[in-house]
């Protein structure tokens, strides 16, 4: 493995800016200009947006920013003893200690395990002391080195270590007004330890997570395990970070008092901890408070009222006001969730379809049964014996059929992930059973998603009752689902499918109703729909119910294929149209960044992957995203009102043959493509100077040209 840190990636004693922006783009710009990078604009934007999620400081005058990035070429290490210190948010104050971790997508475990290894160091004092009195570059190197190597740090005569010891006293004075924590002795247990010692509290588990799983995971980890020493409690902790993640064993999870979650991701198989009294937080915290969450959850132990996670997976006061999630955004969760898990049913089986169609003819809908005879499908001679249609027929038939079986999960599989994303894995089961009511009674998209939040809701509340300990292991597998689906399939049987079923074939008639300026003004909005948010809810409602009515299209009701085109071109319009600008029509105004992202642009429209506009749309969104809107409706209007039509739910161009009339089709995406990119070109050349920011990336890329 190469170097992670190399002399010319540290930079000492210099000022370095007042901001951690400053800080973080010269540490970018070092790793870029050793070649490390690609380009320097990619990777600074990522660490940003890195450390927007979650400030980077941490206790001791340090910082610890880092990100994942496709600018990178391999894992590095940049770091900064900085004067005057900068502000990264830790509670302690400025820190005058910066490392950059830059890694890229997809890195080595070994890589990473090495990186997380050096984030726990620094939580050591002795460790950081010795990078404080660091006299050279090449010193750093060797002490990083020996903490990646598991090497003690070199001790220092007395006199030195006293000299030393008073430098960092003044570096964390100037820091923040007082001596680092990780410089200083070991702070006394905060009030509330003494009671650590109860013999009625003795173990605790906990979760780190963040993110990225590099930095903040492990150094949550280890500051809660000396917490808990500090308490006299056995703390262990499931670390689920990039660099691998072992489960606690069930034992030592079954002997804990409490549970202490110090997390920015959703915890892995949370059931696991199902009855335990719970502590949640932030991973930040686990490094600034470790104490202070130590002794919370020893306070839970002790408090038969206190929060606990449930059999469900879920905390069992998991309301709007403790998790900080309302309802509106609870729902939108599940209903994406729910899509998102549904478009690889949609996208395999519509194309398998649309293969079946294209070897087949239009006609193998009606005569795919007559020809997958079930005697014939038995025989071990069945090729031999082709129908009169020939081998094209027959694989035709078997495209379509393996297709349209596939399709039949859609309304299922929607309801089940839609109850998964609200009561985790015990209402996978009751969703999918209520989704499966909702196609017997005719309910569709609409009695999917009801079926699902049923099924998702009832699990939830039933997951939150509290039960003896020897009944917990039989409530997510067998008590849950079987109650909630009896609840919520009951309900879409006997009261709600019914009239679901009537509102779904009324609005299903009154689509395929439209002609003429109505069906335009329909193909205007969902060409909105789809690129107001690309890829978002809105987005996803329009696929979503343009997929439900695709099986119910025919010769003689084309309106369900006319949607489905119109949604599909209009989505393949936005990453098309940021494509043409970025690469052809208006360079100048696009950052480096933004012309490759622009590249790749061209392939993902061309295929229908509207999120391919995203890049463009997160650095500019009050001109992307109108811009792209423009577009989009008017290639809807076009083909709502030629009458296109599309028999395959995704695969834009490369389902040519279940295109119809393949040349309007091309022409209203053109159109909008066109009109998008001169839009989006007007609106960055006249409304606005130039900003700054943009002005920089071209001068670096013309410096670097």
Not at 363 to 385: H, K, Y
Request: with cysteine.
């Amino acid at each position: 493995m190469s170097a992670l840190i190399t002399p010319e990636l540290v930079t000492l004693d210099k000022n370095l800016g007042s901001s951690r922006a400053d800080v973080i783009r010269a540490l970018a710009q070092a790793v870029a200009d050793s070649g490390r990078a690609s380009e320097f604009e990619g990777l600074y934007a990522d660490a940003m947006a890195r450390e927007e999620k979650t400030a980077t400081g941490v206790p001791g005058g340090i910082a610890i920013p880092h990100c994942r990035s496709t600018a990178v070429t391999e894992p590095t290490l940049a770091m900064a003893r900085v004067e005057p210190a900068v502000d990264f948010g830790a509670k302690d104050g400025p820190a005058d200690l910066i490392f950059f971790i830059a890694v890229p997508e997809g890195a080595d475990q070994e890589h990473l395990k090495l990186l997380s290894k050096l984030a726990r160091s620094l939580i050591k004092k002795d460790f950081t002391a010795a990078l404080r009195e660091a006299k050279s570059e090449a010193e750093i190197v060797e002490l990083v080195d020996g903490a990646l190597n598991d090497r003690p740090v070199p001790s220092k005569p007395a006199q030195e270590s006293s000299d030393a010891a008073a430098a960092g006293s003044a570096a964390g004075a100037h820091a923040g007004g007082s001596a680092p924590a990780a410089a200083t002795e070991t702070a006394a247990p905060s009030a509330g330890a003494a009671d650590a010692s109860s013999p009625a509290v003795k173990r605790l588990v906990a979760v780190t997570a963040c993110p990225t799983g590099i930095a903040h995971t492990y150094m949550a980890a280890d500051a809660l395990v000396a917490a808990g020493e500090r308490a006299n409690v056995d703390v262990q902790v499931e670390t689920q970070g990039s660099s691998g993640s072992k489960p606690l064993d069930p034992a030592v999870i079954a002997a804990a008092d409490a549970v202490i979650f110090a997390v920015d991701v959703d915890v892995r198989d949370k059931h696991r901890f199902a009855g335990k009294p719970v502590i949640s937080a932030p991973v930040k915290r686990g490094i600034d408070e470790p104490d202070e969450m130590v002794n919370e959850a020893i306070a839970a132990a002790a408090d038969p009222s206190a929060r606990r996670v449930s059999s469900a997976g879920a905390s069992s006061s998991s309301d709007t006001a403790e998790n900080g999630e309302g309802i509106g955004s609870q729902l939108k969760r599940a209903l994406l969730t729910g899509v998102s898990y549904i478009i690889p049913f949609v996208a395999g089986g519509g194309l398998l379809m649309a293969l079946g169609f294209l070897l087949g003819g239009y006609g193998i809908g009606v005569t795919t049964d007559g020809v997958l005879r079930a005697d014939q499908i038995l025989e071990s001679s069945t090729l031999a014996n082709l129908p009169d249609g020939g081998l094209g027929l027959y694989l035709g038939a078997v495209f379509f059929k393996i297709g349209n079986l596939s399709m039949t999960f859609l309304i299922p599989a929607l309801a089940g992930y839609i109850a998964y994303a609200l009561a985790d894995r015990p209402g996978i089961a009751p969703g999918f059973t209520a989704g499966a009511v909702a196609g017997f009674m005719g309910a569709g998209f609409l009695g999917g998603i009801v079926g699902g939040l049923l099924a998702g809701y009832v699990a939830m509340l039933i997951g939150r009752i509290q039960v003896p300990r020897w009944l917990r292991g039989l409530m997510p597998v067998v008590i849950i689902p079987l109650l909630a689906s009896v609840v919520a399939s009951g309900l879409m049987l006997l009261v709600l499918g019914g009239p679901i079923a009537g509102l779904t074939d009324l609005l299903n008639n009154w689509l395929s109703g439209m002609t003429g300026a109505a069906a335009v003004v329909l193909g205007i909005v969902l060409g909105l729909m789809m690129a107001l948010d690309l890829g978002g809810p809105v987005n996803k409602v329009a696929y979503a119910f343009a997929v439900a009515g695709l099986a119910a299209g025919s010769v003689d009701n084309p309106a369900p294929w006319e949607i489905m085109a119109t949604v599909m071109a209009a989505g393949m319009v936005p990453p098309l149209a940021m494509a043409l600008a970025s690469t052809v029509l208006g360079k100048r105004l696009f950052t480096p960044v933004e012309r490759e992202n622009g590249k790749a642009a061209w392939l993902l429209g061309a295929v229908f992957i509207t999120e391919g506009a995203i890049p463009f749309a997160a650095a500019d969104p009050l001109r992307v995203i109108p811009a792209g809107m423009v577009g989009a409706a008017a290639t809807g209007a076009l083909i709502m009102g030629t009458g296109v039509t599309s028999q395959a739910p995704h695969g834009g161009f490369f389902v040519f043959f279940a295109i119809g009339n393949l040349l309007m089709f091309t022409v209203a995406i053109l159109a909008g493509t066109v009109i998008s990119a001169l839009t989006v070109i007007a609106l960055k050349r006249f409304t606005t100077k130039k900003p700054a920011a943009a002005a920089e990336s071209n001068e670096y890329a013309a410096a670097a040209a």
